[in-house]
T-cell receptor
Framework: AQKITQTQPGMFVQEKEAVTLDCTYD???????LFWYKQPSSGEMIFLIY??????QNATEGRYSLNFQKARKSANLVISASQLGDSAMYFC??????????FGSGTRLLVRP | GAVVSQHPSRVICKSGTSVKIECRSL??????MFWYRQFPKQSLMLMAT?????????EQGVEKDKFLINHASLTLSTLTVTSAHPEDSSFYIC????????????FGDGTRLSIL
């Protein structure tokens, strides 16, 4: 069965510092995708970054990068130069051959000024 | 691009009322939309996959007669919570996929439903 795990319920980071949010997954499908979404307190889900299982390079999108370690089944999100507006819930999600998204339990990030 | 609009954003109503939530893809056609439910401080749980022109596919444990889904056009899916009760109070959020199945889902802003 597919499973996605976020072990950090909450994280603090100082403004302008980098932070890593952990995500591990389990799937038997050889082809899958990993997504990170941000959910501010207002509730909307904002797509941040995507990594395909066959992608050779780690995905990057601006200040977001994905540390994809396939053998360890981890897909950690790295946010560089944190900003106050980065404070939010962050969800890791797995998409397998069913094309459904399975979400992790989320990590609440608080950026300190 | 890839804007998904969800309406209403907030509903407060009496027990026994049926509530309809709309999910629209504004600048693209979505053959597939998804409906999720999120309880406070919890993750998103997929309720059903809505396919244009056909019946929705419900996840295990989701009552199809309670949560009616209609996807009558390529830009609109609706979720109707029938005869809502306080335990149906939750945050409901829809998403739509642009292009091929492995592309990101784009989400609406969600609907906060409170049943008194």
């Amino acid at each position: 069965a597919q499973k996605i795990t976020q072990t950090q319920p909450g994280m603090f980071v100082q403004e302008k510092e980098a932070v890593t949010l952990d995500c591990t997954y389990d799937t038997s499908d050889p082809s899958y995708g990993l997504f990170w979404y941000k959910q501010p307190s207002s509730g909307e889900m904002i797509f941040l970054i995507y990594q395909g299982s066959y992608d050779q390079q780690n995905a990057t999108e601006g200040r977001y990068s994905l540390n994809f370690q396939k053998a360890r089944k981890s897909a950690n999100l790295v946010i560089s130069a944190s900003q106050l507006g980065d404070s939010a819930m962050y969800f890791c999600a797995l998409m397998d051959s069913s094309y459904k998204l399975i979400f992790g339990s989320g990590t609440r990030l608080l950026v300190r000024p | 691009g890839a804007v998904v609009s969800q309406h209403p954003s907030r509903v407060i109503c009496k027990s026994g009322t049926s509530v309809k939530i709309e999910c629209r893809s504004l600048d693209f056609q979505a053959t597939t939309m998804f409906w999720y439910r999120q309880f406070p401080k919890q993750s998103l749980m997929l309720m059903a996959t809505s396919n244009e022109g056909s019946k929705a596919t419900y996840e295990q444990g989701v009552e199809k007669d309670k949560f009616l889904i209609n996807h009558a056009s390529l830009t609109l899916s609706t979720l109707t919570v029938t005869s809502a009760h306080p335990e149906d109070s939750s945050f409901y959020i829809c998403s739509a996929r642009v292009g091929s199945p492995n592309q990101p889902q784009h989400f609406g802003d969600g609907t906060r439903l409170s049943i008194l």
